[in-house]
């Protein structure tokens, strides 16, 4: 929907610097695949190619850098803050997930959406009746949700019990990550739709309120009406312009 370009020049008109850029094998970026895939997405080589973006402002006089991104976009973003000293903030919108397990998800995952959306669902007498029809799967979906609870119980017991005892339980990538950006001085922030399945994520890590991230003071997340995924509705786009612009100032 041309949100780069159109956020770009309304920065230009405050002021402010920016770079857009296509990570490789996207867009116009020679490919760096010979097919684009989540992993390739979701890879090394697409944090190194956003801080060799920073690495060309900073070398052009601009020390602080924020880093904007949409779904894999915010993945990118959110590794690239914690790796160059000269990125000073990150405004991820929809993240996916924190820690790409591109290994463990099924040929599928991508069609689920967010537990939200399935609650509502089993709500709607029409719902039920597609399924007694045969034309929908409330099993597989139950699963779906099913596994998200038992996740996100899991997550909430293990921190509970490091919380009180101060013993690590599980070894956690995602918390070593956001300590790491913390620690670092990078002022972070994760904007997402009501609806987007990257809010489970989110839930799952951090608790159902996104409570456990208030011991990171420099991060935080919110949900902002009428998102679609990837911001290719108008209204999606000025919100996510105008929260970033209150952000960055």
């Not at 094998?25 to 989540?38: C, H, I, N, Q, R």
């Not at 409570?211 to 902002?224: F, K, M």
Request: hydrophobic share 45%; proline share 4%.
């Amino acid at each position: 929907g041309r949100l780069f370009v159109l956020f770009a020049r309304r920065l230009s008109a405050l002021g402010i610097a920016s770079l857009r850029m296509d990570l490789g094998g996207l867009g116009d970026a020679v490919p760096a695949a010979s097919e684009v895939t989540l992993d390739t997405i979701y890879s090394d080589a697409s944090c190194h190619d956003a801080m060799a973006g920073v690495d060309w402002l900073v070398a052009r006089g601009h020390p602080r850098v924020a880093i904007f991104g949409v779904c894999g976009g915010a993945f990118v973003s959110l590794h690239a803050c914690g790796r160059h000293p000269a990125i000073a903030g990150a405004f991820g919108v929809n993240l996916q997930k924190f820690i790409w397990d591109g290994g463990q998800r099924t040929p599928g995952a991508r069609r689920f959406a967010s537990s939200r959306v399935y609650w509502r669902a089993a709500l709607t007498p029409s719902k039920w009746i597609r399924a007694l029809r045969g034309q929908s799967h409330p099993v597989r979906v139950a699963r779906v949700v099913g596994e998200r609870i038992a996740r996100r119980c899991w997550v909430g017991a293990t921190g509970w019990i490091e919380q009180k005892t101060g013993w690590p339980v599980t070894a956690s990538e995602v918390r070593t990550l956001m300590s790491t950006i913390h620690a670092k001085g990078v002022n972070l922030r994760l904007v997402y739709g009501e609806y987007d399945v990257g809010l489970d994520e989110a839930r799952v890590q951090f608790g159902a309120r996104l409570a456990a991230l208030r011991r990171y003071r420099r991060v935080c997340a919110a949900t902002l009406p009428k998102l679609d995924h990837a911001l290719f509705t108008r209204p999606a786009r000025e919100a996510t312009m105008a929260d970033a612009e209150r952000w960055l100032f």
